[in-house]
């Protein structure tokens, strides 16, 4: 297969409730809700991009009715997201009052990074390399 066949990748996080999720990708880091589907009044899948990352979220419930031979399976692991900034500074702002659980560093490969866990439980670090 060649690579030009592959036009992008997006993560989807599988979560117990979307809605909880939201703030952190709309509010605190200003995405915006592309695509959303609900069941009733709660949202089952939602999609968030800030027109260069996407970001999805499906609950776990939605996920074991789409795809029934997943949805024992999703629930044992969790996503790990390194996403590249232009200013970590920025981010540790908007994210103040989140739960931090990579402290900001300096790593060996030149990267400064902060890393959270996502409302959904799935952990997200931020990286920004010099310029």
Known sequence: MSPSLVKKSTPVLFVDAIEPSCAFWEDKLGFTRTLEVSIGAALCFAAFSNETVEIMHQTFASA????????????????FLFIEVTDIDAVERALAGCQIVLPRRQTFYGSTEIGYREPGGDFVTFAQFPS
């Open 64 to 79: 074991a009715e789409d795809v029934p031979f997943v949805g024992a399976r999703e629930r044992h692991g969790r996503t």
